[in-house]
Structure formats: C-alpha cells, structure tokens
C-alpha cells in the first residue's frame, strides 16, 4: 500500500529561522511528488511537482527537493505569512491520483 | 474563469438524512476528483473522472456515496442515510489529462453530521 509519511508534525519557528520539512514516502510506480500549501477552511493550494531524483524547484523562500525515498521542504527566512500546514502528496498509476501525507503545521512569529 | 467552486461551503444535516454536494471544475478540466479530509489528517482519495466516465472509485467510497459528472462538466457527490463519520471536508479539484497533479482544488464542502 502505498504510504507518505510527514514530519514534524508540527513546527514553530520565528520570523527569519529557516528550517526544513520532511516527506519520506512508499509508492509503486511514482510519477510524481508534489508540495501543497493549505490555509485553515480552504482547499490546498499547489506549489511544486518534483518528477525526478536530484531535482529541486523554487518559489520565494520555498525551496523543494527530491531524493529516490524523500523529499524536503526547504524554507529560507520565514515570514508570518507563511504559516500554514504544508501537504506533500505521491502521484501514482494512471489517474494520477495522490496519495497525501498527514502534513507539517508551520506557525511563523515576530 | 474563477477556478474551482463548491457549493455549499458549509452542510449540517441529520443522521440520516441524504445530501449532495456539487462541484463546478475550471471548464477546460477533463479530469474531476474527489477527496475527503477529516481534521489533522490529509485529503483522502474517494474517485474521480474523466469527462463523464466514472474511472475509479476508492474503497473508501461505501454505497451509500454516489458521485456523478453528467456530460463532463459539473458533478455532484451524494451521502445517503449520512453517518456522524462521514463529518469531513469533501474537496474537489479539476486537472487536464496528463497534468501530472498540478491539480486545482476548490475551497472545499465542510460535511458536520449530528
């Protein structure tokens, strides 16, 4: 059964401390790795598709990376917008469906 | 286009009691899935489709859920006789074939069954 596992499950830093997230996952036949930002009573939002070992992909102070059993969430000089929990999700078969870990909630401070 | 809309936000129903939730998708989408989040928890898969034809349906999809997409536009998710467990968002997202999960998700239907 395919499996994605986060951590921290939850995560405080103040504004400025980088910090990484974790995503370590179990699949058969991965076609992708993707990142999700959710803010409380809303969908998720989509930030990066990672396809390959060795690939990394950058959005502001969002970084992400893949290696062939993980991939990390790298964020630079948080600010308090940023807080939010963070979805990493595995593509597999072919309805691309995703299979989604439990996420990391990321809280910000001055 | 607006993106993907749900409606309702927000359902309080009886145990018991039936409700369908719809989903309008970015109108070039051919693909529409659904998923079910329960708090702290990530979406899970319920189904999806591609254009009209119902494609696959996870075990989590009892028989009392039914979900339809009638000419590959629209689709709606219908909870029969509702269950306290079924409380949950239900989210719908919308994706081009091959779009390899750059999915876009609506704001989601939050389910609280009493």
């Known amino acids: 059964e395919d499996q994605v596992t986060q951590s921290p499950e939850a995560l405080r830093l103040q504004e400025g401390e980088s910090s990484s997230l974790n995503c370590s996952y179990t699949?058969?036949?991965?076609?992708?790795l993707f990142w999700y930002r959710q803010d409380p009573g809303k969908g998720p939002e989509f930030l990066f598709t990672?396809?390959?070992a060795g690939e990394e992909k950058e959005k502001e102070r969002l970084k992400a990376t893949l290696t062939k059993k993980e991939s990390f969430l790298h964020i630079t000089a948080p600010k308090p917008e940023d807080s939010a929990t963070y979805l990493c999700?595995?593509?597999?078969?072919?309805?691309?469906?995703?299979?989604f870990g439990t996420g990391t909630r990321l809280q910000v401070t001055l | 286009d607006t993106g993907v809309s749900q409606d309702p936000r927000h359902k309080i129903t009886k145990r018991g009691q039936n409700v369908t939730f719809r989903c309008d998708p970015i109108?070039?989408?051919?693909?529409l899935y659904w998923y079910r989040q329960t708090l702290g928890q990530g979406p899970e898969f319920l189904t999806y489709?591609?254009?009209?034809?119902?494609?696959?349906k996870s075990r989590l999809l009892s028989d009392r859920f039914s979900a339809e997409r009638p000419k590959g536009s629209f689709s709606t998710l219908e909870i029969q006789r509702t269950e306290q467990g079924d409380s949950a968002m239900y989210l719908c997202?919308?994706?081009?074939?091959?779009?390899?999960?750059?999915?876009?998700f609506g704001s989601g239907t939050r389910l609280t069954v009493v």
């Open positions: 997202a919308s994706s081009l074939i091959g779009a390899q999960g750059g999915y876009t």
């Open positions: 699949v058969s036949g991965l076609r992708g």
């Open positions: 990672l396809y390959s």
């Open positions: 999700a595995a593509s597999t078969g072919t309805a691309s469906k995703l299979t």
């Open positions: 109108s070039e989408h051919n693909r």
């Open positions: 489709f591609q254009n009209e034809a119902q494609l696959e």
